[in-house]
């Protein structure tokens, strides 16, 4: 299994920008992605990248998120500009193979607000 560690969250503005980082130990996972959870939301998929480079946006973050892998270092951004205040969530870095997710980070905290 893959350890994840997350980190980069914080306060932001709207309008601002932020980067979150993952950290993964053990094998290189076939996809790695990122997922959020609002208070009172289930839990949603914002953006993953598989080994070979595909990419998937959920479409409330397409142009404004930016999902990257270095495969070398086993590690995961996710570049998030233009925040709005719904993007407020809990941010989890997630790993696992081409169908599921079987590995989570313990999630680092994301608030936009004025």
């Known amino acids: 299994q893959v350890q994840l560690v997350e980190s980069g969250g914080g306060f932001v503005e709207p309008g601002g920008s932020l980067r979150l980082f993952c950290n993964a130990s053990g094998s290189i996972p076939y996809t790695m992605g990122w997922h959020r959870q609002a208070p009172g939301n289930q839990r949603e998929l914002v953006a993953s990248?598989?080994?070979?480079?595909?990419?998937e946006y959920s479409e409330s973050v397409k142009l404004r998120f930016v999902i990257d892998r270095n495969i070398g270092q086993n590690t995961m951004t996710l570049d998030m500009s233009d925040l709005k205040p719904e993007d407020t969530a809990v941010y989890f870095c997630a790993a696992g193979s081409a169908w599921t997710f079987d590995s989570w980070g313990q999630g680092t905290q994301v608030t936009v607000s004025s």
């Open positions: 990248r598989g080994i070979g480079g595909e990419i």
